[in-house]
């Protein structure tokens, strides 16, 4: 499987972006697919998962009411929402997916990462 995510750039505080995720290879609805983030000189740490046959999602507190994850199956596209962007949003984004039944903390496949920096 390999993944491709896009929509990083620069914005500012309190604007939107929508991130994307392109599955190609052997994809199948068993995924879960994730996104995660890393700033600069910090760990990196999970966002949201969603699972490609239903709808099962899960946010991390930090970024609960202001990031929606979301998929299209058809495109094999796992998108991100971001609003009310903040400056500590600034990082790397990527996303991963997880074979269905493995631990939350076990992840298959990773795509390259995106970045987003918000100005104040």
């Known amino acids: 499987v390999q993944l491709q995510a896009s929509g990083g750039g620069l914005v500012q505080a309190g604007g939107s972006l929508t991130l994307s995720c392109v599955a190609s290879?052997?994809?199948?609805?068993?995924?879960?697919m994730g996104w995660f983030r890393q700033a600069p000189g910090k760990e990196r740490e999970f966002v949201a998962t969603?699972?490609?046959?239903?709808?099962?999602?899960d946010y991390a507190d930090s970024v609960k009411g202001r990031f929606t994850i979301s998929r299209d199956n058809a495109k094999k596209t796992v998108y991100l929402q971001i609003n009310s962007l903040k400056p500590e949003d600034t990082a790397a984004y990527y996303c991963?997916?997880?074979?269905?039944?493995?631990?939350?903390?076990?992840?298959?496949?990773w795509g390259q990462g995106t970045q987003v920096t918000v100005s104040s």
């Open positions: 991963a997916a997880r074979l269905r039944g493995y631990p939350s903390n076990t992840w298959h496949y």
């Open positions: 969603i699972t490609w046959s239903g709808n099962a999602i």
């Open positions: 290879g052997r994809t199948s609805s068993t995924y879960v």
